[in-house]
């Protein structure tokens, strides 16, 4: 039984390593209080905006999604990068989140820890999403990608 519960704990730890900092496509998305899962499609993709993230305005091409929290070391790494990205990229804004203080806006959108990043596109819709540590490298891929 030790041996079980072992190989489970390393099986779940190589998967959350591989996880981590690694954006994934947003089928679905779980939004509490609106729907219990509703797919990510131009015409019904949910949606965020300037007054749900305490902003003036959305990026041109993009916005950066960033929930943080106080106590947490990789969220300082994890500013610093989206803010390279969005002064060097052009049309892409970066908002950072206090998960602790905005804990309706977390429930809405699944954040389940930090740091937790969510790529919209211009009109607000999440298109992507990352929780852990980021590269650079990786989010300007990311951009590409989805903002094109």
């Known amino acids: 039984m030790l041996v079980g519960a072992v190989v489970v704990a390393v099986g779940t730890g190589v998967l959350l390593r591989w996880r981590n900092g690694r954006f994934r496509t947003t089928r679905t998305v779980r939004i509490r209080g609106v729907d219990e899962k509703r797919p990510v499609t131009s015409d019904s993709a949910f949606r965020l905006g300037p007054a749900d993230l305490g902003v003036d305005a959305l990026g041109e091409r993009a916005t950066l999604v ?3 929290s106080a106590f947490c070391a990789p969220c300082r790494a994890t500013r610093q990068t989206l803010t390279q990205v969005s ?4 049309g892409v804004g970066h908002v950072e989140i206090d998960a602790e203080s905005h ?6 959108v699944d954040v389940r820890r930090t740091p937790t990043v969510l790529v919209l596109d211009s009109d607000g819709r999440i298109l992507t999403r990352a929780s852990g540590p980021l590269r650079k490298a990786a989010v300007l891929a ?7």
């Open 103 to 108: 804990l309706e806006l977390v429930r809405r």
């Open 66 to 68: 960033h929930f943080s």
């Open 142 to 148: 990311t951009l590409d990608a989805v903002a094109s």
């Open 87 to 90: 002064q060097t990229a052009e």
